[in-house]
């Protein structure tokens, strides 16, 4: 707030409004009884020509009136900056506590942020040593990946010496049989869509269980363990599709070098089969598309 600048006065130097017209009131009453003080002055100094002068005592009672009106506004505003100064205390009283309480809250704000800071620390600290094992974990399982490939490189190459010591057959799928028979899929095209379809069961025994093969969608073939039932068809090792050696590596190990996999028909099929053999010592069972059973 700017400086109050009275008439014929320099600026104040006062802060406070309040103070300011206290000061300048109390200059009004300083005025107003230096005026009375003359006033006082003249009169006494006027003679007195007659007791009976009625315009010199109607002028008399006037200034005695006036006067005394001058000194009930300067009580009345002696009160008021008695009241002023009050209310200016009760402000300055509020304005205390107020700045008290912010002042607590800006302590309790600035403990919450340093406790904030602390406990920030300590997650990133949590999550650097979470980091560390992590990048170990990673270290590990890059150890184990690249014995593995090891041992799958061993197998290939085993499987690749033992391939070329037996003759090969240009028979699909074919599935063992006896009695001067021989049963076998019409292509490996026929095979898998028929246990995508589940129309047959293909498993693989290995290591004293029976594994089954079900198509994963998004992942390919997938071994998992399941109870075998009803009669089972041994197939020839050779004549295994090579996507369902590959999803035995997955679960055995050497790809199931030991393992036997086979087929389990269902009733439709062995149905057909033994139709097909009815009369005959011996043929070769063909399985086609859609189940369909033929002898060649």
């Avoid at 509020?94 to 406990?119: F, H, T, V, W």
């Avoid at 890059?142 to 033992?162: A, D, F, G, P």
């Amino acid at each position: 707030m700017g400086n109050y600048r009275g008439p014929g006065r320099t600026t104040s130097t006062l802060d406070d409004p309040v103070a300011a017209l206290e000061a300048d009131v109390m200059r009004f009453v300083a005025i107003l009884g230096l005026c009375l003080m003359i006033i006082f002055a003249l009169v006494q100094s006027i003679p007195v020509s007659s007791a009976n002068n009625q315009p010199q005592l109607l002028s008399r009672e006037l200034l005695e009136k006036e006067i005394a009106e001058l000194v009930q506004q300067a009580n009345k505003l002696r009160d008021e900056i008695v009241e002023l100064n009050k209310a200016l205390d009760q402000t300055r009283k509020k304005s205390g506590n107020e700045l008290q309480i912010m002042k607590q809250e800006l302590s309790e704000l600035r403990q919450k942020l340093d406790d904030a800071n602390n406990d920030l620390q300590s997650a990133a600290k949590k999550l650097a040593e979470q980091q560390e094992a992590l990048t170990k974990v990673e270290s590990i399982i890059q150890q184990v990946r690249q014995k593995l490939e090891n041992v799958q490189r061993k197998y290939e190459n085993i499987k690749s010496s033992v391939s070329k010591k037996q003759p090969e057959t240009a028979a699909p799928a074919t599935v063992k049989s006896t009695r001067g028979f021989s049963l076998r899929f019409e292509t490996e095209a026929v095979l898998k869509d028929l246990v995508r379809k589940k129309r047959i069961k293909f498993y693989m025994l290995a290591s004293h269980k029976s594994w089954r093969l079900a198509s994963v969608s998004g992942r390919g073939w997938q071994f998992s363990p399941g109870n075998m039932s009803g009669s089972f068809y041994e197939m020839q090792r050779n004549t295994v599709p090579e996507d369902f050696v590959k999803a035995a590596r997955m679960v055995v190990a050497l790809g199931g070098a030991k393992a036997k996999y086979g087929v389990v028909l269902p009733g439709s099929i062995s149905g057909q089969l033994v139709m097909a053999m009815e009369g005959r010592e011996g043929g070769d069972l063909v399985i086609g598309e859609g189940g369909k059973v033929s002898i060649r």
